[in-house]
């Protein structure tokens, strides 16, 4: 009797044992899934799947929260890292790396929940109670607005998130500031600047439209020859100065002709009246002259 109660409390153990570190920690793990898994959709991430994966969904959800997803795989070295060195690893990387995995996670919330009209004292629910505060986010009426400041790590190559994953859409809130200008402008039109800054160095101003006057009449000079091959007669150089440019026009045009007399010409005269008078009569040949 005292064996078979053994053997039956060792069973009981064992089964205790069993769902200790099998069921359990695999339901938690169901649950968080669900609640990625709500989370995902409201952010437009493409595929239910993703947030059943191990490690993947971790990383999408760093993702989301304008953090480089490769820090998951980073901190999952490291640990393996210090688990595998002893004492040095066992006492001091792996409470290290608990303690960063930590904070980042801490800071992605922090931004997820700004994206879901959440204000950042909610992150304290999340450092205690990770579960209740991906519950409330999952199932609550909010939406996803990812338009939010920008993190102020986007530019650093190690935190900022520059990566593209199919399926998984951009946060423009990932994207700081670039050196020298403000924060990005909402769509639309923006207020219009105050004063006329100074063109650029090299830049013209378009002509305005309308008639542009024909060039000027002038001579172009021809175009340099080519640089003669190694031996060649050089032939001879052209002059630099141009021409004289023709004369111009007479800007006076010509007097019109004079008009024509107003008055007509005076009649002919009348001839005379009187016929002229005949001749005398011949001398008589007889008589001999006087």
């Known amino acids: 009797m005292d064996d078979y109660y053994g ?20 339901a938690i793990y169901a649950l968080y899934a669900w609640f990625y898994m709500m989370i995902f959709e409201k952010a437009g991430v493409q595929g239910k799947w993703r947030a059943w994966v191990p490690v ?4 999408i959800f760093y ?5 480089s997803p490769w820090i998951v795989l980073y901190l999952f070295g490291a640990g393996v890292l210090g688990a595998i060195i002893p004492f040095l690893g066992w006492f001091l990387i792996l409470p290290l790396v608990g303690i960063a995995g930590r904070v980042v996670e801490l800071i992605a919330a922090w931004r997820v929940g700004l994206k ?36 102020s790590w986007a530019g650093n190559g190690f935190l900022g998130d520059r990566t593209v994953w199919d399926g998984v ?6 994207v700081g500031p670039q050196q020298g200008y403000g924060a990005p402008q909402q769509p639309g039109y923006g207020a219009p600047q105050q004063g006329y800054g100074a063109p650029q160095q090299g830049y013209a101003p378009p002509a305005q439209p309308g008639y542009a006057p ?13 640089a003669p091959a190694t031996g060649a007669p050089i032939p001879p150089v052209p002059p630099t100065t141009p021409p004289a440019p023709p004369a111009a026009p007479p800007t006076t045009p010509p007097a019109p002709p004079a008009a024509p007399p107003t008055t007509p010409p005076a009649p002919p005269t ?21």
């Open 169 to 174: 859409p951009v946060q423009p809130a990932a």
């Open 116 to 151: 879901v009209q959440k204000d950042a004292v909610w992150v304290i629910l999340y450092f205690f109670l990770p579960p209740v505060w991906l519950g409330i986010n999952a199932f609550d009426k909010s939406r996803w607005n990812p338009n939010i400041q920008p993190a």
């Open 7 to 26: 053997y039956g409390l060792s069973g009981g153990a064992a089964i205790a044992l069993i769902l200790l570190y099998t069921v359990v920690p695999l």
């Open 270 to 290: 009348a001839p005379p009246a009187a016929p002229p008078a005949p001749p005398t009569a011949p001398n008589d040949p007889t008589q001999p002259p006087a």
């Open 56 to 59: 993947y969904n971790t990383m």
């Open 214 to 226: 024909p060039a000027a009449p002038g001579y172009a000079p021809p175009a340099a020859p080519a």
């Open 63 to 67: 993702k989301l929260g304008d953090l």
